[in-house]
């Protein structure tokens, strides 16, 4: 299993390893924006469309292809997403998370188990499959029905060297922290009990940023997860006009204002590990996002961080941080030209000629960003 040492994280030979890679955002956790539409919960998307397209999408979004492609590209980790609700699917499960764990594993790549949405939701916001609630927080029997996922998945994979470990919960908001907090010390106990001695990351609170409130639960490999958009009005491209470096939301944001934001971390006597960290890279980059990119990759390895890309493909020039390869869509199928885009169109076009919208999800249809790509690439391990 890989471990942790002071602040690294190394192999049963004691080889020091730096995870350095991408996050499968999209498949196994639906999100709006990657198919070009309205940021809506997975599950009421789920709702309007046949289980042939639900399947479909899986064997296709990602497949043993993007696997080999993810090892050419020199990738050696992959964070996996997926919807709690993935796992009780009848007639797919725990068996669809062994299956991509072990594509990966073949390859001699790790794999990071991130639970994306928990029972009830962990925040407010689509990605966590919610309608506006964090009910997460409100009632217990969510937090029961969390735990005993995670004693499942624990008992799956407890033996698996490949798995470098488990992200226990993406991004939680809430003003509850004692219960958050009790439940990362459940979850931990839940896993240990188990003889399961994979690393375990503990996102912060507030988008995976605010950890001192549990700086007391690092333990034995256990560390922290954080994420970073820093500064989301430029990421997100919820201002278009912005350039970096600049002045962006009042402050001036440029290289060692990233070093200053990042540097709280390095206080913690642990690996940091970024599970999260992307651009929106508009047209594709006429406004210097990949110098943004470049300038958090350096800082990232001045610090020793170890990091997965957000994402790896998705629908190109959306608002929000979208992929290493990107679908510009002419076939009125998908994307922001179409009448309907996005999910909603899908529903539309899956009435007409659902065959058209299957062979769209391909990644061959998808264009890399070579410059994003050679970037990344400079800074691997």
Not at 180 to 199: E, F, G, P, S, W
Request: glycine share 8%.
């Amino acid at each position: 299993m890989l471990n942790i040492q002071g602040r690294n994280i190394q192999n049963k030979s004691g080889q020091k390893i730096r995870l350095t890679g991408l996050a499968l955002g999209g498949w196994l956790m639906m999100e709006g924006y990657m198919l070009g539409g309205r940021n809506i919960p997975e599950h009421i998307f789920r709702q309007q469309v046949p289980d042939d397209f639900i399947r479909e999408f899986r064997n296709r979004f990602i497949a043993q292809n993007d696997v080999l492609n993810i090892k050419k590209l020199g990738f050696n980790c992959v964070r996996l997403p997926f919807n709690y609700r993935v796992l009780e699917e009848e007639g797919w499960g725990m068996k669809c998370m062994e299956i991509a764990v072990n594509w990966f594993a073949e390859q001699g790549i790790y794999v990071i188990l991130d639970m994306h949405a928990v029972p009830g939701a962990q925040n407010a916001d689509w990605h966590s499959d919610s309608e506006g609630k964090a009910d997460f927080f409100e009632k217990e029997e969510h937090r029961q029905h969390y735990l005993k996922l995670w004693d499942q998945l624990s008992k799956t994979f407890k033996d698996n060297e490949f798995v470098a470990g488990y992200d226990v919960m993406n991004e939680p908001v809430t003003d509850k922290l004692d219960i958050l907090k009790q439940t990362y010390k459940d979850v931990i106990q839940v896993i240990r009990n188990n003889n399961d001695q994979h690393i375990i990351f503990l996102e912060g609170n507030r988008w995976a940023q605010e950890v001192d409130f549990m700086e007391d639960l690092l333990q034995e490999n256990v560390t922290f997860s954080v994420h970073f958009y820093q500064p989301t009005f430029f990421t997100f491209n919820q201002l278009p006009n912005l350039t970096y470096p600049g002045r962006i939301g009042g402050v001036q944001w440029n290289k060692s204002r990233i070093a200053k934001f990042l540097k709280q971390y390095t206080r913690f006597k642990v690996p940091i590990y970024v599970g999260e960290f992307g651009i929106a890279s508009r047209c594709p980059h006429c406004r210097k996002e990949y110098d943004w990119v470049r300038n958090v990759l350096q800082i990232f390895d001045n610090y020793d961080f170890h990091w997965t890309y957000w994402t790896y493909k998705s629908v190109g020039g959306m608002t929000c941080p979208d992929g290493l390869y990107q679908l510009f869509d002419d076939t009125g199928v998908i994307g922001r030209e179409t009448e309907h885009p996005g999910m909603e169109n899908i529903i539309l076009k899956l009435k007409e000629d659902p065959q058209k919208v299957y062979n769209i999800l391909d990644t061959k249809y998808f264009a890399p960003s070579k410059k994003l790509i050679g970037i990344l690439q400079n800074y691997l391990c």
